[in-house]
């Protein structure tokens, strides 16, 4: 071993370096990887030459769910991509382990290098040249290492973009499962409603044709089958047909009503049960949702635009009449108050009075009970509306209003803007239109209070009675017996 002088400095002892040989051969141009054994020995520990790299697992991975996906239900799928997610973030976890590693080889080589130059500095000779042959092999083992950093960003950056990619799927198969499930839910819902609709039907037919016969009623009942079997099978295009055909039964029944209405009239003049010749009589359903029209039937009746007339209330045939107020005119719609009562109309023409009576008395809508009482389980129930006229003059602009029938109050909205809004109250009346032509079933009066009122066209009869029957049972909870002008409501009303 050389001999260190003083020259050098007195900081290293004299064999504190051991000689290095020439004929050192090294087995790899890389670093291995030592543990400390029993004795502190240090021991070179062998890989795995079948230890796959982080981008052949990644490779795979990305290949095996790409071959899957086709098969895959949206489900499962969705936690394929949440596995690998999982998988990458794991990936990413070890790529940033090996960076703490790589930086801890660079500290050592940073190290070892600037000890062997501090030697090369203090040796001579033969020791000398094996000091820089050592310095350049720890460069070429620096090279080496930023050449394995360089493949191991390329391999973190893939790592990335495959998290991004399957963060990206994963909530994307997520937003479809919540879209299907939606779908879902709504096609079960309207097949609920579509079935629920004809159920309603098949409830207003049974009270209006009770004595139609048992055909019809089997009829019927299969078809009410028919609708539960669409609404397990989810196809509620077919429970609209049948939902229109019962539509049609209810039109012929309110036909073949009306015309046996003709013939019982026709049947007590032949059996002279008449005994006075009828000059005028009422034409049309003698139900609620329809409209009365007074028409002469002898050349002897004179014009009806010539002569007075007055509806009144019958509780019961021959009973005390009870005057109508404002129902002065040739036509006239029954409303929910007018159900259960017979209804007669006075024609006086030059001191002469003549009278016609229903039949007997106004029937209920079919099916209108079961549609107010589910609207009164909403808290706000909504109208679309035209206002006909205000404060007894006519409103020229037809645009939609909303009427909204509240629990403690009524409100006309147009737009964003309210027109009228007031709670019940003793000066509010609401009632049918008393004349009006033959749009008086479709319409409505509502006095808002004193000074205020409106006449309002809904878009069915179904609405505007139903309209009137949640208005006043809303009122009625009030303590407030919301009725027409002069009109005497009863607490059963």
Not at 300 to 322: F, M, N, P, V
């Amino acid at each position: 071993m050389t001999r260190v002088t003083l020259d050098f400095g007195d900081t290293m002892q004299r064999d504190a370096v051991p000689p290095v040989s020439a004929d050192v051969i090294f087995p790899s141009s890389r670093f291995p990887n030592y543990k400390i054994g029993p004795n502190n020995q240090i021991m070179e520990v062998k890989q795995d030459s079948k230890a796959l790299t982080m981008k052949e697992v990644v490779a795979r991975e990305t290949a095996h769910l790409l071959e899957q996906q086709k098969r895959l239900s949206v489900r499962d799928l969705a936690s394929k991509f949440e596995k690998g997610l999982a998988a990458a973030a794991k990936l990413s976890d070890e790529a940033k382990m090996k960076d703490a590693a790589s930086l801890e080889k660079h500290v050592l080589l940073k190290k070892l290098r600037d000890a062997l130059e501090a030697l090369r500095g203090r040796v001579a000779g033969k020791n000398k040249d094996d000091v820089e042959e050592a310095i350049a092999m720890v460069e070429a083992l620096a090279v080496q290492l930023n050449q394995r950093e360089g493949e191991l960003i390329q391999e973190k950056t893939e790592v990335k973009k495959l998290a991004t990619f399957l963060k990206q799927a994963s909530e994307d198969a997520k937003k479809l499962v919540e879209e299907e499930r939606a779908y879902a839910r709504a096609e079960i819902e309207n097949a609920r409603a579509a079935v629920q609709r004809v159920e309603e039907a098949l409830q207003e037919y049974e009270q209006m044709s009770g004595a139609s016969g048992k055909q019809d009623m089997d009829e019927l009942m299969k078809e009410v089958y028919e609708a539960r079997r669409i609404k397990m099978l989810h196809q509620p295009s077919k429970v609209m047909d049948m939902e229109h055909e019962l539509q049609a039964l209810r039109v012929q029944l309110a036909e073949k009503c009306k015309y046996s209405i003709q013939l019982q009239k026709e049947l007590a003049r032949k059996m002279g049960e008449e005994t006075v010749s009828q000059l005028y009589e009422l034409d049309g359903t003698e139900a609620l949702g329809s409209f009365l029209h007074i028409q002469p039937c002898s050349l002897a009746a004179s014009e009806l635009s010539e002569c007075t007339i007055q509806w009144y209330r019958l509780a019961c045939e021959g009973g005390k009449q009870e005057p109508i107020s404002g129902a002065t005119k040739p036509v006239y719609a029954p409303e929910p108050f007018d159900v259960g009562r017979i209804l007669q109309a006075e024609i006086t023409y030059g001191g002469q009075t003549t009278s016609v009576t229903t039949a007997g008395p106004i029937d209920p809508a079919a099916g209108l009970g079961n549609y107010v009482e589910a609207l009164v389980r909403r808290h706000d129930i909504e109208f679309n509306v035209v206002v006909v006229q205000m404060n007894g003059t006519d409103h020229t602009a037809e645009t939609i209003h909303v009427l909204h029938i509240g629990r403690m109050r009524m409100k006309l909205c147009k737009g964003k803007s309210s027109v009228a809004k007031e709670y019940y109250s003793t000066s509010m009346q609401l009632c049918g239109v008393r004349g009006g032509g033959n749009a008086a079933a479709q319409a409505a009066f509502w006095q808002v209070k004193t000074g205020l009122s409106f006449v309002l066209a809904f878009e069915t009869e179904r609405e505007r009675n139903a309209a009137i029957m949640l208005a006043r049972r809303f009122a009625y909870d009030c303590n407030i017996m919301l009725s027409g002008p002069d009109d005497r409501a009863t607490p059963g009303s």
